[in-house]
C-alpha cells in the first residue's frame, strides 16, 4: 500500500508562496492522476488541484492563477506552488489520488497565512 508524505508548510504573511511536496512511496505512481486536497477548521476537505499522469491539471476555481500544481514521476512527488496566499487558503493540505483511496491520506502539512 502506497504511503504519503505531505511537507513545506508553514506559517506565511498575506501575499507570500510556499511550495508543498508529496513523496509517494509504493509503485505505479506515474499513472495515477493525484491531487491536492485542503481542510480549514470547521469545514470539509475539498479538493485543491489535480494532475493527470500526462501532466494536464485542474484547480478549484479560487486558487486559478494562484496555485501550480506539478509532478515529477522519477522521483514519485508532487508538488503545489501557491502563490499570493490568502487567510482564506489557511488549511491543512493534503495529497491523494483522485478520487482519494481512504487508506492512503497522511498527515497532512499546516498552512497558516496570517499577518
Known amino acids: 500500500q502506497a504511503q504519503l508524505v505531505e511537507s513545506g508548510g508553514g506559517l506565511v504573511q498575506p501575499g507570500g508562496s510556499l511550495r508543498l511536496s508529496c513523496a509517494a512511496s509504493?509503485?505505479?505512481?506515474?499513472?495515477?492522476?493525484m491531487a491536492w486536497y485542503r481542510q480549514a477548521p470547521g469545514k470539509q476537505r475539498e479538493w485543491v488541484a489535480i494532475?493527470?499522469?500526462?501532466?494536464?491539471?485542474n484547480y478549484v476555481e479560487s486558487v486559478k492563477g494562484r496555485f501550480t500544481i506539478s509532478r515529477d514521476n522519477a522521483n514519485n512527488t508532487v508538488y503545489l506552488q501557491m502563490n499570493s496566499l490568502k487567510s482564506d487558503d489557511t488549511a491543512v493540505y493534503y495529497c491523494n489520488k483522485l478520487p482519494p483511496r481512504p487508506g492512503y491520506w497522511g498527515q497532512g502539512t499546516q498552512v497558516t497565512v496570517s499577518s
Open positions: 509504493g509503485s505505479m505512481f506515474s499513472i495515477y492522476t
Open positions: 494532475i493527470t499522469p500526462g501532466g494536464g491539471t
